[in-house]
């Protein structure tokens, strides 16, 4: 099947990078949310990320004009019946991406491919919930995605060789490196980063050292370019908490279980860059 036409379902950080990474390679991208004014902001964030391009000599004006130009915005699901792919990229709730992939089995063409963002949740599950559990996988894009070169390409149970094979193609397209993994809890990249970052957590709830003193160690004793408490705020506290809730729950090992001070900062709104507080201030 050649892929044309590709949806993306939510406008958040990860949907609008993935809808303005299709685009900018020359596919007609249809961007899906449940209301306008998401749609709107995404639209914003994606011009800005443009202009950055530009800025750096990435792309030229009429590159940034041809990009914008082949972006849709629709409220709705059944909007997503034109598509050639669809990529889920809703909130890491288990229950909100099978009610997504029930509707989606029903509204798409039988041949269409419905692939999941998702960063911990099993793609066999959201597969069960349609009829066509052989085009179901997992691209689980990393952020930002037009900066970052990594696709998680990840199979269910059912995934043919087929549906694996296209998906890895339109990741070389966007010039990106598919890297196959197994449909296991965390898959590859959250099982290995999460235990980390909550770690880190552990060590500012326990007093070890601020939260200034972790990144800091990580980042001149580890060479790592960003703090994992950093980096925990730029992806969210509250995704960071959804993906270790999932770990622990899908692999039942003690060392998954989330830190208290995670919870606690979750539930009192401080979730990180996008709130504008989480272990630093933004």
Do not use: W
């Amino acid at each position: 099947m050649d892929v044309k036409t590709v949806a993306v379902i939510g406008a958040g950080t990860m949907g609008n990078g993935i809808a303005h990474t299709f685009a900018q390679f020359g596919f007609n991208v249809l961007l899906v949310d449940l209301q306008q004014p998401l749609l709107e902001k995404a639209l914003r964030t994606i011009g800005a990320n443009l202009d950055r391009q530009v800025k750096k000599g990435q792309l030229t004006e009429q590159q940034k004009s041809e990009t914008l130009s082949r972006i849709r915005t629709a409220e709705g699901l059944t909007a997503a019946a034109e598509a050639d792919l669809v990529i889920e990229a809703a909130t890491e709730n288990k229950a909100v991406k099978k009610q997504i992939f029930t509707t989606l089995d029903t509204t798409c063409r039988p041949e269409t491919i419905l692939a999941s963002n998702t960063s911990s949740i099993s793609i066999t599950e959201l597969a069960a919930v349609t009829k066509r559990p052989d085009k179901v996988i997992g691209m689980h894009f990393m952020n930002p995605v037009p900066v970052m070169k990594l696709v998680e390409v990840i199979r269910g149970h059912a995934t043919t060789d087929a549906t694996t094979a296209l998906v890895t193609a339109l990741c070389a397209k966007l010039e990106k490196v598919a890297v196959e993994v197994n449909d296991y809890p965390g898959f590859v990249a959250n099982r290995v980063l999460m235990p980390m970052l909550n770690e880190a957590i552990y060590c500012v709830m326990e007093g070890v050292a601020t939260p200034e003193a972790v990144d800091t160690v990580m980042k001149l004793g580890m060479n790592h370019p960003m703090g994992p408490l950093a980096l925990a705020d730029f992806i969210g506290l509250d995704v960071c908490l959804a993906i270790l809730e999932v770990l622990h729950e899908g692999l039942g090992d003690p060392k998954y279980r989330p830190c208290p001070l995670l919870k606690k900062m979750v539930a009192a709104g401080h979730l990180g860059k996008k709130a504008g507080r989480g272990f630093f201030v933004y």
